[in-house]
């Protein structure tokens, strides 16, 4: 919104004072330095939920504060970020040069430029698309993590996804993604337990997405729920748009998604829990 556009618009509705200077917050997290790379899991609890919808968006908002150096990785075998983020590259001949996967092109030195030329997208950040299974994806991951300190893996549901364990074991954030609810809260409770067993929460981030308008649930009352930082995201028709743009959406929304993003990129947040 330009900067006039947005006085006027406060000077209407007081509102939206707040969100300005929320989402101006939650800018400065997203573009504060970090000391090392950081690879981000978004998984679904069920599947259909909008966990790749979730990742996409927050791979958005990454990118648009770090410029390249964020790439989504799509491990969902439905591969939704392709439709979400544009046409996917076509990737063959880098996993081949990366030496990921056996192919007739050899395994060869590449160049940063090189790489996020064949990684590019329209819409800002990276994307790799290609069906991976466990093994690929953590050999893919530990290549690129060199030229993306950033990763933001769609692993869509816990039960569906093949290269979910490599995922999981690559991470060091998790955002965990379901319904805003009772059922999806539950939903996203049980999947919770369930992933406990397999890697530690500390870093943990739940975002409960509103099927519809009329949903009442705060931030601070997902958190008690869950017992773990949580964002509420606003039902907002423009997430039906292709590809996405942050620009399109609602700006409920858009700091919502900034939240998420932020949070989900700091060290352990258990003081986030009310």
Do not use: N
């Not at 990366?98 to 996020?116: E, F, I, M």
């Amino acid at each position: 919104m330009h900067p006039l556009l947005r006085i006027a618009a406060r000077a209407v509705d007081p509102r939206l004072t707040a969100l300005v200077r929320d989402e101006r917050g939650h800018r400065a997290a997203l573009s504060a330095p970090l000391p090392r790379g950081v690879s981000i899991a978004v998984v679904g609890m069920p599947s259909g939920v909008g966990a790749s919808t979730t990742a996409a968006l927050v791979a958005l908002a990454l990118a648009e504060h770090r410029d390249e150096h964020v790439l989504a990785v799509d491990a969902d075998p439905a591969g939704g970020l392709g439709a979400l983020l544009g046409p996917p590259p076509p990737s063959a001949e880098l996993l081949a040069r990366l030496g990921v996967r056996k192919s007739t092109v050899d395994a060869l030195p590449v160049g940063s430029r090189w790489v996020r030329q064949r990684l590019a997208t329209t819409a800002g950040p990276g994307l790799l698309a290609d069906g991976l299974t466990a093994a690929e994806y953590a050999a893919a991951v530990g290549r690129l993590r060199r030229w993306y300190p950033v990763l933001v893996t769609d692993a869509s549901s816990t039960r569906h996804a093949p290269a979910l364990p490599g995922v999981l074991r690559a991470a060091d954030r998790l955002v965990v993604v379901g319904g805003a609810d009772a059922w999806g809260i539950d939903l996203v409770r049980r999947g919770l337990r369930r992933l406990s067993a397999l890697v530690p929460l500390e870093y943990a981030v739940c975002a409960l997405v509103c099927g519809s308008p009329g949903v009442r649930l705060s931030d601070r009352d997902a958190s008690a729920e869950l017992g773990l930082p949580a964002r509420v995201i606003p039902h907002d028709p423009a997430v039906a748009t292709r590809p996405l743009e942050l620009a399109a959406l609602a700006p409920r929304t858009r700091v919502a998604i900034f939240a998420l993003a932020a949070a989900a990129m700091r060290a352990p947040a258990a003081e986030d829990v009310a």
